[in-house]
């Protein structure tokens, strides 16, 4: 008779988790996921695809008004939000279905309930008590929100993607991933945005010619942008919200999205009880295969606050599984990972800004554009593509690749195998391109920037 009552627990049916359960099923262990809400983590239910969803919906606006320039001629065509919210919530339906059903098809059991480890090999999930040789948590993270008086007031992207009506004054806070997408969303749908940021530009750690051009073209959407704020407390009165700064300003609202980090999802799970150190804002430290400090458990994804994003955490959690599994130990690589932000227009990046580059490598060539892209040439539209590619002068290896435009997330995937395969930047400039795109100026980039003490002076 077996030990345990499965060989593996998986606590979290999100992305990582739930790719680690059925890889490892496949391999022939008997494996059980709890989750306590819905099967599919944040990038399926709260994250990722409704967001996108969301975006999509939102930028038709700018669809219907560059029509008028080819000669279309669409009549006042207006968003009803509840119809794009009511649909956007049918598809995370069936994409909560068909994750059920690959957990059903690949003989994973679905424990519905939240997950308490009792000890190194024990899970409490509502009354039943669960063994298994091998535990792995992918609770995934949630998001922070700093205590301000009245910050009850303020919602999280996790009720921003369900809001029964649109807004007509929206206060974002905060300036990475989240801050920004929604900040296009909302203006996209047709609401008034003010972005609330501490520092002086968004996306800290993306290169700063992105950055800067984001605002640029987020300002000229209409967003206004208040840099080197914090909000010291928010009010509610009869007509809405005060969103009170520390310099004073005391901004209406009709809602308040916080969009200032997540954390990871550890606390009340009797992880350090049994051993299983934290770090950081309840972090589970782990080595390079996703072990904690009890060699039984491991964890992926976002409780582990490595790299945030969901197809790291579905890397991490099959290669753990063919790990332990499946006779095959390898770590992740997290070297050249592409991201993406769906803004408007979205940028994507791959390997080293120019400011990283130059602390690891000192001097390095810079190769830039920036144009009206085709489209636009007949609408008018003050939107712009920025391409950036950051390049090694000593082994002439391309090193990163940044891009704000249309499609950008699209093409860059592309270069982030290109710098996977370490290519250089000859090997780019021999590469004929597809003509016309905008992704054509990646392989026709020849006029280095000069050095910055000289474009300073320039
Ligand atoms: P980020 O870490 O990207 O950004 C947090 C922002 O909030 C920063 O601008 C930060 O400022 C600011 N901030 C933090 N604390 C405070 C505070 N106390 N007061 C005011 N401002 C504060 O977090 P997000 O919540 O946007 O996203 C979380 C993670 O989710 C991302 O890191 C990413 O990994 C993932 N994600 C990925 C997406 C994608 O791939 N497209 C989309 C959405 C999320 P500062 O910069 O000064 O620190």
Known sequence: MAEYDYDLLVVGAGSGGVRASRIAAGHGARVAICEDSRVGGTCVIRGCIPKKLLVYGAHFRHDFEDSLAYGWQPRHPTLDWPTL??????????????????????GVEL??????LIDAHTVQVGERLLSAGTILIATGGAPYLPPIPGIEHAISSNEALDLATLPRR???????????EFANIFTGAGAQVIQIIRGEELLNGFDDDVR?????????????IHTRR??????????GLNVVTDHGEAIEADAVLYATGRRPNTA????????VELGRNGAIQVDDFSQTTVANIYAVGDATDR??????????????ADSVFGGRRLAADRTNVATAVFSHPPIATVGLTEAQARRRHGPVDIYRTRFRPLKHTLTKREEFSLMKLVVDPASDRVLGCHMIGADAPEIIQGLAVALQCGATKAQ???????????????VTLRTKLAEPAARAAE
């Open 85 to 106: 919210i009511a649909n956007k919530d049918t598809e995370i339906d069936r994409l909560n279905g068909i994750y059920i059903k690959l957990l059903r098809d690949a």
């Open 307 to 320: 790299l945030n994003l969901t197809p790291v955490a579905i890397r991490e959690g099959h290669l753990f």
């Open 428 to 442: 780019f400039d021999a590469t004929i391109g597809i003509h016309p795109t905008a992704a054509e100026e990646f």
């Open 170 to 180: 929206v206060v974002v806070v905060g300036g990475g991933y989240i801050a920004v």
């Open 268 to 275: 009340g799970m009797g992880l350090e009880e049994a051993g």
């Open 212 to 224: 800067v051009e984001l605002a640029r073209q987020m300002r000229t959407q209409g967003v206004e």
């Open 111 to 116: 424990v519905p309930g939240r997950g308490r």
């Open 230 to 239: 914090q909000v010291v407390r928010i009010e509610r009165h009869r007509a």
